[in-house]
């Protein structure tokens, strides 16, 4: 036995010793977050339920570490799947923040690539690449936005397999200060991960990001609007609830980003008609007050497609 084992042995404490882990919880500031994220997402439920039980994972892991009960640290490796517009990018930002204050990246903050900023056009690019969103992403959380891209089966010479092989390595090496999350559609990620079983093996936690109901786009608008001060008058919601039943079936439909999208719109259009009506004074109410004209020529209604083409290019902010 050498002295350090004795040392630390002497160091562990009896098992009888006492930890608080609501004061733990407290001390985290992690509620905070947590409440955010109660806050700020409508619905969602199952996504909120996986999100409290890993914090409360990460929070056990911490207490056991204080207690000397030394275990691996757990992989926290994530797959969000789910439809444009579901509030993936909106979660992992969240998840960065948690992991961050319980400890377990040391900056907690998100970088949020795609295929093109992983993958170059010419041998030698891609290594250099990949290395380099992984240097800023390290400390923090490495979003990887529809990350099925990087593997091309169909293209012999295609260097997406040399970007994965990278991040694999970082992804097992570097497990305790750097957390990747993968984003995208569910079906496509499961072919990913039939063919890249090596991937899937690093990834502990999958999360599924339901569509969103009708009746919760309609309090997504609300919460958007209130959150810029803006209301729908009574007869404007149910214009907007109805623009909801159609938007949904039309193509490229995007949750809650064709909400947020309608919205723009629908703001253009207020201050349009506030402008044209421009001969009379205005009051707070006028301002703040979103009106079923402002919904209702939409193209949704008229020509029944949409405005414009919401959910075609994902944005990764
Ligand atoms: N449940 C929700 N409640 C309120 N706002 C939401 C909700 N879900 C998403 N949003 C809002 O909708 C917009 C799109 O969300 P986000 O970018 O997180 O979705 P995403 O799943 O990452 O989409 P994409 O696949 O298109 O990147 C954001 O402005 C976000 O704030
Ligand atoms: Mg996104």
Do not use: W
């Amino acid at each position: 036995m050498s002295e350090t084992d004795e040392d630390t042995q002497t160091e562990i404490p009896p098992d009888d010793t006492e930890v608080d882990l609501e004061a733990e919880f407290h001390s985290s500031n992690v509620q905070e977050v947590l409440d955010k994220l109660d806050r700020e997402l409508v619905g969602l439920i199952p996504v909120k339920t996986r999100i409290r039980e890993t914090a409360a994972l990460l929070l056990v892991d911490r207490v056991r570490k204080q207690m000397q009960l030394s275990s691996e640290t757990p992989t926290l490796h994530m797959c969000f799947t789910g439809n444009p517009g579901t509030g993936k990018t909106t979660v992992a930002l969240r998840m960065a923040e948690i992991l961050h204050r319980l400890g377990y990246v040391r900056e907690g903050h998100l970088v949020s690539v795609t295929r093109d900023d992983l993958v170059g056009q010419y041998i030698g690019h891609t290594a250099p690449k990949t290395k380099e969103v992984i240097k800023k992403a390290m400390g923090g959380v490495l979003f990887i936005d529809e990350a099925y891209y990087l593997y091309r089966p169909e293209n012999e010479r295609d260097y997406g397999q040399e970007s994965i092989e990278i991040l694999l390595q970082v992804m097992e090496n570097n497990r305790d200060d750097l957390v990747v999350i993968l984003a995208g559609y569910k079906d496509k990620m499961d072919r990913f991960f039939h063919s890249n079983p090596g991937m899937r093996s690093r990834i502990a936690h999958h999360i599924d990001f339901p569509d969103y109901r009708p009746d919760e786009l309609l309090a997504i608008a609300r919460l958007m609007l209130a959150e810029q001060n803006y209301r729908f008058s009574p007869e404007a919601e149910k214009a907007f609830a109805q623009y909801i039943e159609k938007r949904r079936q039309l193509e490229h439909f995007a949750n809650a980003r064709s909400i947020r999208n309608a919205l723009d719109r629908a703001r253009l259009r207020q201050a349009n008609r506030l402008f044209a009506g421009a001969g009379r004074k205005l009051t707070k109410r006028d301002l703040m007050t979103l009106e079923p004209d402002d919904i209702l020529v939409s193209r949704v209604f008229s020509e029944g497609r949409p405005d414009t083409v919401d959910g075609a290019v994902p944005e990764n902010t």
